[in-house]
């Protein structure tokens, strides 16, 4: 869990980030930026539970009663100083919000996830106030990553790369895709993690769908297989981690064009550097591929930032003019498909250091033939 200090500090942050973006009031419901901000991972209920953060006032959380002793608990470990308001079933926690809320509040940023019902349920009771985004605040500060949130990466990807290191145990012809990936789940919580949150096992001409999950397919000698894999620790940070192997000999054009893109991958790790935007590190794969032949098969951004969430900002996409930063932590995962043959992609986390990359992510990344 979280030291108290760090935790308040980023209520202060977020509230020095709200100042610069005119929002008078941050609301924020179960989530991931709820978590970030307190430490407390609430259930996601139809019943409100929101931290109230006022720019200038006094923040609180407003919960149902009966989750009253679940926040005591989540705050007393490691939790900033929170005042808690509980309700009663028959009370209106969104006529409790706008009561208790100072007078000169004008802009209140919802969190990006809130659910509509309760976006809707907020403009009812408070309908002079102008709803935004939370995420324009909350990004800039979860994009840049601490040191203790660094470290929670760094233990999230040894965790994944252990299940991948045991791929040969359960990766096998005659095994469907869907056998596979029950069993990579049972190792994802065996390695440390308190889920797995996606198990791609994308065998022979499904290699070439990007996000395919697991079928019935019965693996064949022959085949491709790319393994996209991630799960969430007990701390909340999220391990990704893609590996393509093969099932004996692979086919020849298929072996050409591995290649290719474990150079791009490996390029694109080398080139990261606080300075250089998101769109320029894209292109420095999507320019080797392309050279290649393969640029009209790489048909997805190189990669996402990681954290609390598996996809959170910086996205690493044609377009960005994002710098990268020292902290920022995100996947590079370039792909090549063709359609109904087969494909590859080779997946690694990464954080932007001072002057270069920290890559978290370990295995080998040369075919392995299985
Ligand atoms: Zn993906
Ligand atoms: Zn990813
Ligand atoms: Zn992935």
Redesign the pocket.
Known sequence: MWETAAVESRLDRARAAMGAAGVDVLLVSPGTDLRYLTGYDALPLERLTCLVLPVADEPFLVVPRLELPAAQAALAEGGPELELVAYEETDDPYALVARRLPPTVRVAGLDDHMWAAKVLAFRAAMATVEQTLAGRVLRELRVRKSPEEVDALRRAASAIDDVHAQMHQWLRPGRTERAVAADIRDAIVAAGHTTAEFVIVASGPNAASPHHEASDRVIQPGDVVVV?I?GRMPDGYCS???RTYAIGEPPAEFASYYEVLRSAQAAQVAAVRPGLPAAQLDAIGRDMIAAAGYGEYFVHRT??G?GLD??EEPYIVAGSDLALEPGMAF?I?PGIYLPGRHGARI?D?VVCTVDGAERLNRTDRSLVVL
Request: glycine residues 14%; without cysteine.
């Open positions: 996209d991630g990704d981690s893609t990669g996402h990681i598996v996809h996947s995962e997946e986390i």
